[in-house]
């Protein structure tokens, strides 16, 4: 059948001619303009009384968080999303399990032994040092993003004996089933209030010791710098003791020629001193 197709700025214009495809395919007219956010070419669906309309049926991803949407038919479905609480705890501990390991590493590697005089590598670094005292100050400081969990606190965080941190999973399971959007916001802030919450912060916080201009990356460059110019030092000393070397067997070896030398004629002088007495 005859049509024509036509693209003008964001628009569809499809001309059928005389043929009865239009009608057949379910248009109303033998000339039809035809929008994208606004087409029977859509599909057309509604979710919490929302209306939306997409240009594809499958993979339907930016509605709702983390589902993915195939619409196969008219119709209507439910669905029900539960918040994963056992995902949120494995994070939560793997975040505690990190810190501590850190805190310990630092600890162990900051060491001086009173005994041995044996010294940490890290010893005396206290700008690399300040990153314990700040992460664990970051995990007590207080977030208002508008919920009623201000503080890890409120979620369970508890101190050892020892100054590592642990994670009350009865504490964080009773926020999380009462007040499971505060939890939320609690992690993730408020856009519209413009308030960070705490995964923000330990992002920022993070990124200010190991991003391009963090604190580890200036201490890293720092420390390769001193490496570099030890390495430096050592070639030249190297080249210096290498022609001090050189100097010292050249004079050797003149000593040694001289002592020859010296012998032969001490031999000589024997051989005649020897002779006059025989005579």
Known sequence: FPAHVYRRDSELQMEWGKSGAAAS?????ETDIYKPYDSILNAKFTVDNID???QSNNEITDVVSGISLDLKETGSSSFKVD???????KDIEEIISTFNTLASDMSTKSKYDLNTGEKGILFGETAVLRIDDDIKSLFTQKINTGSSITTMYDLGLETK??????????TLQKAFSSNPDDVIKFFTGDAEKGTDGFADIL??????YTGAK????SEIESAQTRINKMDTEIQEDTKRLDQRYEALTK??????SYMSQMKSQSSFLDMMFNTEKKD
Do not use: H, P, W
């Open 251 to 256: 004079q050797f070896v003149k000593l040694d």
């Open 25 to 29: 395919l379910g248009f109303d007219a």
């Open 83 to 89: 918040s994963d609480f056992e995902k949120v705890q």
């Open 203 to 208: 992002y920022d916080k993070m990124s200010d």
């Open 214 to 217: 963090g604190l580890m990356t």
């Open 52 to 54: 939306y309309q997409r």
């Open 161 to 170: 004996d020892d100054g590592s941190l642990s994670i009350n999973t009865k």
